[in-house]
């Protein structure tokens, strides 16, 4: 259908999410982007326990800048 002026009937968009950054962020209720460190998928052998241990948990999203990224690919707005 094409658009023309007038036309009641008007294309939108689909807003999606970013799906890659679904996988990695979790946004808490209180609005923090948590997110899971790295090195904890394989050679955990050569760690230490200590290390193993802290790179169980999420851990909060500190630069501002980047919260507002994450939560605008989170939310599936365009313009990231």
Do not use: W
């Amino acid at each position: 259908m094409a658009n023309r002026k007038g036309s009641a009937k008007l294309r939108k968009y689909k807003i999606k999410t970013v799906k890659a950054a679904k996988k990695r962020f979790k946004e808490t209720a209180s609005g923090k982007i948590l997110f899971y460190p790295t090195s904890h998928k394989h050679l955990m052998s050569s760690k230490n326990a200590a290390q193993r241990r802290h790179s169980r948990r999420m851990r909060p999203l500190e630069a501002k800048h980047d919260q507002a990224d994450v939560r605008r690919m989170l939310q599936g707005q365009p313009g990231v």
